[in-house]
């Protein structure tokens, strides 16, 4: 079975950094698209970078392009977001989202077959 675990969230100033992780288990095979997504109680939840496990490509919302980065460990079979910059509009939780036997990337939510917990970012002035 897939399951997805995120950690990494927190406090920080506005301005400063966080990575977040999102460890998976449960691929039958290394073919998957992995998403970061963020959700503010009474919004829709936004897609913000995914990556494919095939190749490494990448695909950014513009609302974060730039300042964050979204990358693989298979060897630990995580997927990292690094998030630069922090303002106080990116307070939300964030979720990973995965689909197994993909190689496009998307930030679909319709997409992805899986999800996390969520895991809080709180940016502070």
């Known amino acids: 079975e897939v399951e997805l675990v995120e950690s990494g969230g927190g406090l920080v100033q506005a301005g400063g950094s966080l990575r977040l992780s999102c460890e998976h288990s449960?691929?039958?095979?290394?073919?998957?698209?992995i998403a970061w997504f963020r959700q503010v109680p009474g919004k829709e939840r936004e897609g913000l970078a995914s990556?494919?496990?095939?190749?490494?490509?990448?695909h950014y919302a513009s609302s974060v392009k730039g300042r964050f980065i979204v990358s693989s460990d298979s060897a630990k079979n995580t997927v990292f977001l690094q998030m630069d910059s922090l303002k106080l509009e990116d307070t939300a939780v964030y979720y990973c989202?995965?689909?197994?036997?993909?190689?496009?990337?998307?930030?679909?939510?319709?997409?992805?077959?899986?999800w996390g917990q969520g895991t809080q970012v709180t940016v502070s002035p």
């Open positions: 989202a995965a689909r197994w036997g993909a190689v496009v990337v998307t930030l679909s939510e319709s997409f992805f077959d899986y």
């Open positions: 449960g691929f039958p095979w290394d073919e998957y698209v």
């Open positions: 990556i494919g496990s095939v190749d490494g490509a990448t």
